[in-house]
């Protein structure tokens, strides 16, 4: 059984950091790529950061220079360093793993969700 369990949320002032973790079990973490989506109320989720199995990290333009992602394979945990958060970062934030593999003509998907974890920022 597939599990991210998501931790590290909670309420900060603006100009403030959190750190959030997603610890997986259930997939071999290693080769799943690992990302952070946002869903603020009202508005669709939406791609915050990504690290690929090989370490390679893609940022939304929103939070580049703020945030950074990171992965700890041997712990099986990916990591959301949250810097100089503003309100607007205000959101639950969901931990996400992927894995695909293609053969014989086709592609299979593997795409597991967290349970979301809080993050307010005030102003």
């Known amino acids: 059984q597939v599990q991210l369990v998501e931790s590290g949320g909670g309420l900060v002032q603006a100009g403030g950091s959190l750190r959030l973790s997603c610890a997986a079990s259930?997939?071999?973490?290693?080769?799943?790529?690992m990302g952070w989506y946002r869903q603020a109320p009202g508005k669709q989720r939406e791609l915050v950061a990504a690290i690929t199995s090989g370490g390679t990290t893609n940022y939304a333009d929103s939070v580049k220079g703020r945030f950074t992602i990171s992965r700890d394979n041997a712990k099986n945990t990916v990591y959301l360093q949250m810097n100089s958060l503003k309100p607007e970062d205000t959101a639950v934030y969901y931990c996400n793993s992927v894995y695909e593999i293609t053969g014989w003509g086709t592609t299979a998907r593997y795409d597991y969700w967290g349970q979301g974890t809080q993050v307010t920022v005030s102003s």
């Open positions: 259930g997939i071999i973490f290693s080769i799943n790529a």
